[in-house]
C-alpha cells in the first residue's frame, strides 16, 4: 500500500535524526514551569514534540507546514469538485509530502475497501436507549471495531518494536475508512429512520457522509464536508483530544482505543462541544431582535453580554492572534453557496463589529473569531440541526490527525508518557528556596 512504502522509504533518516537530537543535545533544556503553569494545566508548556501540524499564532494551524489557503489550493480534488479530497490530506499527514491526484485517489480506494460497518457494531448500537448521547455511541462503536485490530493481534505474536508503526498504519486506514459510515449510522439512528445506508462507491471519503445520511443537498453538502474534515483534521498535539490520544498510545494501545480515549475527551463541553454552544448563542441573538439587527442592536447586545460575565463563544483562542484561517475559509464557502442565510447575514455582522467590542478590554489578547463561530451556522443550513450530533462529526476529522500522530510515534520508537507529581508540600518547600530532594526519574 501507498503509505507503507512511502514511510518505509522516509523512516530511516528520520529515525538517525531524531536519535542524534537525543543523543547530541538530551541536557538541552526547552522549557522552564511556574507555579501558575502547573496549576493552570499545564498551559504552554513545551513537552511535546510533534511534525504533524504546528499553530502558528498569525497564520493559524500548519499541516506538514503548509497553511490552510496553501491546502486548499495544492491539494488534489474530483474533477468539478472545489475542495480537496481527504485521501490527498491523509497523504500528506502520513508522509510530509504533498501527493499527486493518483497517490490521492490509491488512499481514497483503499479506504474504500474497509468502509463497511461490521453487523456486531450495528447491533450494539441499536442495543443502547435512544436518548444515549451521539459521543457515546460514537466512541463505543470505534471500540467495538477493535476485535479486528491489527496492532493487536501482531504485538501478541511478537512484533518487533522497530515495525510497531505497520499494524498501526493498517489499524489507522481501517478505521479512518469507516468513521463517514460509523457517524451517519449514529445519524440515522438517533434522528431519522434508522436506515444503514452503504456507501457509495463512486463517491470519496468525505462526500459519502452526504450520500449516507441522504442530505437533500447532496452537492453543496458534500462540498462543505469536504472542506469541514480537512479544517477540523489536526490542531497541534497539546489539545485534550490529541494529548489524550498520544498519552494512550503510548502504552501501545491500539488505534482503536486510543482514537476512543481521545473522542471522550473531545466529547468535553471546553473542547469539542464549542461549536454548538456558539450556534446556541448565534440564535439567542436572532431570536432576541423582532427584524434582523443593526449594527447598533449587535454591539449594544454584545456589551450587555459581556457586562453581565457571560462569555461570547466562538471568539478568542488559546494560541492565534488574528482570525482563525479556517473560520475564513468557512465564510468564504458560506459567502458562495447561502450568501442569503439569515444567520450566516448575523454571523457577518457579528463579524464586523464584536472584534472591535472584545478590543475594549484590554485584558483579551484576541477579540477575533475562531473556527467554531461558524461552523453549526453551516450545518444549520443544509439540515444538520441537531446540535449534540455536531461533535461528531469534529471527531470524524480530528481522528485523521490523532492516527497520523499515533503512527509516527510508533515509527519513532517514542516511549510510554510519564511525567512525575509534586504534592503541594513539596512544591511550597522549593518555592521557599529549600533544598530539592526531589529524585527525577530517568
Excluded at 141 to 155: E, H, K, L, N, P
Excluded at 197 to 210: C, Q, T, V
Excluded at 267 to 276: E, I, K, S, T, Y
Aim: net charge negative; proline share 6%.
Amino acid at each position: 500500500m501507498i503509505l507503507h512504502d512511502r514511510i518505509a522509504d522516509i523512516l530511516p533518516s528520520w529515525r538517525d535524526r531524531v536519535n542524534r537530537l537525543v543523543k547530541e543535545n538530551g541536557d538541552f533544556k526547552v522549557c522552564d514551569v511556574t507555579v501558575s503553569q502547573i496549576y493552570q494545566g499545564i498551559r504552554g508548556v513545551q513537552i511535546q514534540v510533534t511534525d504533524i501540524s504546528y499553530v502558528d499564532p498569525y497564520e493559524g494551524i500548519r499541516l506538514r507546514g503548509y497553511t490552510i489557503p496553501e491546502l486548499l489550493e495544492k491539494l488534489p480534488r474530483l474533477p468539478g469538485c472545489q475542495f480537496p479530497l481527504a485521501g490527498g490530506l491523509y497523504f500528506l499527514l502520513m508522509t510530509d509530502s504533498l501527493p499527486t491526484f493518483e497517490e490521492a485517489m490509491e488512499v481514497e480506494n483503499e479506504w474504500k475497501k474497509y468502509a463497511a460497518i461490521p453487523d456486531h457494531v450495528i447491533k450494539m448500537m441499536h442495543a443502547m436507549p435512544r436518548n444515549t448521547h451521539p459521543m457515546t455511541l460514537f466512541s463505543q462503536a470505534i471500540m467495538a471495531c477493535q476485535v479486528d485490530s491489527v496492532f493487536t493481534r501482531r504485538y501478541m505474536e511478537g512484533l518487533p518494536k522497530s515495525d510497531y508503526w505497520i499494524p498501526t498504519l493498517d489499524d489507522s486506514i481501517q478505521l479512518t475508512a469507516k468513521l463517514p459510515a460509523l457517524a451517519a449510522m449514529i445519524y440515522n439512528w438517533k434522528y431519522r429512520n434508522g436506515s444503514v445506508i452503504e456507501p457509495n462507491p463512486n463517491l470519496d471519503w468525505s462526500g459519502n457522509f452526504a450520500w449516507m445520511i441522504e442530505n437533500p443537498n447532496s452537492h453543496e453538502y458534500e462540498e462543505l464536508c469536504r472542506l469541514f474534515f480537512l479544517l477540523h483534521s489536526d490542531h497541534e498535539g497539546g489539545n485534550v483530544s490529541a494529548h489524550t490520544a498520544h498519552l494512550v498510545n503510548s502504552a501501545l494501545s491500539d488505534i482503536y482505543l486510543t482514537s476512543a480515549a481521545a473522542m471522550n475527551g473531545l466529547a468535553g463541553p471546553l473542547h469539542g462541544l464549542a461549536n454548538q454552544e456558539c450556534l446556541r448563542w448565534l440564535l439567542k441573538v436572532y431570536n432576541n431582535f423582532e427584524s434582523f439587527p443593526s449594527e447598533e442592536e449587535v454591539i449594544d447586545f454584545a456589551r450587555a453580554e459581556l457586562n453581565s460575565g457571560r462569555v461570547i463563544p466562538g471568539y478568542g483562542h488559546a494560541v492565534l492572534r488574528t482570525t482563525d484561517p479556517r473560520f475564513t475559509a468557512q465564510y468564504e464557502f458560506a459567502k458562495k453557496y447561502l450568501p442569503d442565510d439569515e444567520l450566516f447575514r448575523l454571523v457577518s455582522r457579528i463579524y464586523d463589529v464584536l472584534p472591535g467590542v472584545l478590543k475594549e478590554n484590554a485584558k483579551i489578547k484576541n477579540p477575533y473569531p475562531n473556527v467554531d463561530a461558524i461552523n453549526g451556522t453551516l450545518q444549520y443550513h443544509y439540515g444538520v440541526r441537531e446540535f449534540d450530533f455536531y461533535t461528531v462529526l469534529f471527531g470524524v476529522s480530528r481522528v485523521l490527525g490523532i492516527s497520523a500522530h499515533a503512527v509516527w510515534a510508533r515509527a519513532l520508537n517514542k516511549p510510554i508518557e510519564r511525567p512525575k507529581s509534586l504534592t503541594t508540600a513539596m512544591l511550597e518547600e522549593r518555592v521557599s528556596g529549600k533544598p530539592d530532594t526531589i529524585e527525577v526519574e530517568m
